[in-house]
């Protein structure tokens, strides 16, 4: 039996992509968690002098659910916003303990679409006049940026492949 000779080029070009990909798994999942403590609107009527972030959605968003008396129980809905963040961190831990492996990189897809459908819808309800949050939401302020910006790397990210997966 005989071994087979891998040239050192091939090693450090496939052992480099897996670590970038890595550390842009990472950067995309602190982009998303900062921009999730950054203003994503800023106030309008009454709420001028006040920013809104991510956070911050959520947090009101408990306390008119769980003051109204119509929820039994609280609602679930605050935890939409929380499962961005806490997820993109779960994604950033697991690339960085199980590398740029095929289920990272699926997760890193999954974690970043949902970012970035939050951040559209998000936006599509504070933009509408259909609902009544453009009475208390302004224009969209860069944290929401951010935050989108960090989940489209999560996916890009995870689409991406390098040589190692495609076989060569």
């Given at each position: 039996m005989t071994a087979r000779a891998i040239p050192i080029a091939q090693v450090v070009t496939t052992r480099g992509r897996s670590i970038a990909a890595v550390w842009l798994?990472?950067?995309?999942?602190?982009l998303v968690v900062a921009g999730f403590f950054l203003p994503w609107f800023q106030g309008d009527g009454v709420f001028a002098l006040r920013t809104f972030s991510g956070f911050g959605l959520a947090r009101d968003l408990h306390t008119l659910t769980s003051?109204?008396?119509?929820?039994?129980?609280?609602?679930?809905?605050?935890?939409?916003?929380?499962?961005?963040?806490?997820g993109a961190v779960g994604v950033a831990l697991y690339a960085v303990l199980a590398g740029a492996s095929a289920v990272s990189r699926l997760f890193s897809v999954t974690v970043g679409l949902y970012g970035l459908a939050l951040?559209?819808?998000?936006?599509?309800?504070?933009?509408?006049?259909?609902t009544d949050a453009t009475r208390l939401l302004g224009a969209p302020s860069w944290g929401l940026g951010v935050t989108?910006?960090?989940?489209?790397?999560?996916?890009?990210?995870?689409?991406?492949?390098?040589?190692?997966d495609d076989g060569a």
């Open positions: 798994i990472v950067g995309g999942a602190a003051s109204m008396e119509t929820v039994m129980g609280g609602s679930l809905s605050p935890l939409l916003f929380y499962v961005a963040p806490a951040a559209a819808a998000v936006l599509v309800v504070a933009m509408t006049p259909v989108a910006f960090g989940a489209a790397v999560m996916v890009a990210v995870g689409l991406w492949r390098g040589e190692r």
